[in-house]
């Protein structure tokens, strides 16, 4: 697949205008569109609709944009590594949970990102069903679940920590002042869960099921901070990692419940098996042991 195509490709979908990424790229409109009608001809399918004067991408287009994404990242680390320039570039893409990254990913990057500033970075949210296939193909260089295992035999998985998890809810709620809460407790509650903060919250809605517990309602949310708001609102009962709300509980602003039994999830750093992967990841990986270690450490004193 020829690089120049790809690159005329990712401007188009970038600026969604053929006029502006001939500007861009110094090519004439029609030789944008030439090597765009030649790419679309090689994989045999539309990339862009072409409604009137405006563009957009079509659902192959879209996930064709990933994988321009990656290949030309992969040609620039290339290039560094072989010529030894100084700065490394690319695309380091990651998936991680919501609370992950809000209250462990700013301090790490403060870390990482002046030893690699010529690196993109692309941080979005777990998708755990499609995980293994990302990881193999190379869309996704690294991954972290809040969980104590995944069974995926191609993935290696790396235990950085143990996280407490919360049973939260509004100060007022009646649970708030019971002395001890357990899951026969939450019969008719309204429960509020994550949509992607991943694993330990399929394995609370197990013990649900093994319990026989019927909650009122389940409201599911793509945002962490949604079910927090949600939650000083006065609706509901979560449960959540503790980092995430230990501020909130000592403002008073929402209440952790006493449950009966101590509740904690894994911190996994996932990758795939005997995968070649470049400094910049192994850059990473180095540096998130070494701040969830230290963070382990500061939560202990």
């Not at 072409?50 to 321009?68: C, D, F, H, P």
Request: aromatic residues 6%.
């Amino acid at each position: 697949m020829d690089m120049q195509r790809l690159q005329t490709f990712r401007t188009v979908a970038t600026l969604m205008n053929f006029n502006q990424a001939a500007e861009v790229l110094h090519y004439s409109q029609s030789t944008v569109s030439a090597q765009i009608k030649t790419l679309e001809n090689e994989i045999g399918i539309l990339l862009f609709k072409r409604i009137g004067k405006s563009v957009r991408l079509t659902e192959a287009g879209a996930k064709m944009l990933v994988y321009a994404d990656k290949l030309l990242a992969i040609k620039e680390e290339a290039v560094a590594e072989v010529t030894g320039r100084n700065t490394v570039s690319g695309l380091l893409t990651l998936r991680m949970p919501q609370t992950m990254a809000t209250h462990y990913l700013p301090r790490i990057l403060y870390d990482y990102q002046p030893r690699f500033p010529g690196m993109r970075m692309d941080i979005t949210s777990c998708a755990l069903h499609s995980l293994e296939h990302e990881l193999r193909i190379g869309t996704v260089d690294l991954a972290f679940l809040f969980a104590d295992a995944i069974g995926a035999n191609n993935l290696e998985c790396e235990l950085l920590s143990i996280e407490p998890l919360a049973i939260v809810t509004h100060p007022s709620h009646p649970l708030a002042a019971r002395k001890t809460v357990d899951f026969k407790d939450l019969e008719r509650q309204v429960l509020l869960f994550p949509k992607s903060d991943c694993g330990y919250r399929m394995v609370f809605e197990q013990a649900l099921a093994t319990e026989r517990v019927t909650p009122a309602t389940v409201i599911e949310m793509n945002s962490i901070e949604a079910i927090k708001q949600t939650i000083r609102a006065g609706v509901g009962v979560t449960i959540i990692p503790e980092i995430a709300i230990r501020i909130n509980v000592e403002k008073g602003e929402m209440a952790r419940v006493c449950w009966a039994d101590d509740l904690e999830t894994g911190v996994l750093m996932i990758h795939y098996k005997d995968k070649w992967r470049s400094p910049a990841v192994e850059a990473f990986m180095d540096t998130m042991r070494r701040f969830v270690s230290t963070q382990q450490g500061y939560m202990e004193q």
